[in-house]
């Protein structure tokens, strides 16, 4: 089932570490079959407020998404982005082909 790693970046002091990281993600998520969704989109509130910029990144399931965190590939730039970014970061499954809203409520 695909799941996600999804970053809110609150702020980025822009600079020669965050062009480094950039550049260096893509060949650090391709083994696991990540691929971004949303890359920092302008968002458009219906409801609430927003601040800030949404990453999304898909993954083929949950144990690759974690597997792409913990890898030393991503571990050896990590540092790059968090010097330099304010971010909540998240992992989360997706759900299944064919789910409803409905489905919530069977738990």
């Known amino acids: 089932m695909t799941a996600y790693a999804m970053a809110h970046v609150h702020s980025v002091e822009f600079g020669p570490d965050i062009v480094a990281y950039l550049e260096r993600i893509d060949a650090t998520l391709d083994p696991f079959g990540g691929r971004f969704l949303i890359h920092g989109n302008s968002a458009e509130a219906r409801e609430g ?3 800030g910029d949404l990453i999304l990144i898909e993954f083929p399931d949950i144990e690759r998404a ?3 965190y913990d890898s030393p590939a991503y571990r050896d730039i990590l540092e790059l982005r968090t010097r330099h970014m304010v971010a909540d970061v998240i992992l989360i499954p997706g759900v299944p082909e064919g789910y409803r809203g409905a489905d919530s409520l069977r738990h």
């Open 49 to 51: 407020s927003w601040a």
């Open 66 to 68: 974690r597997t792409w």
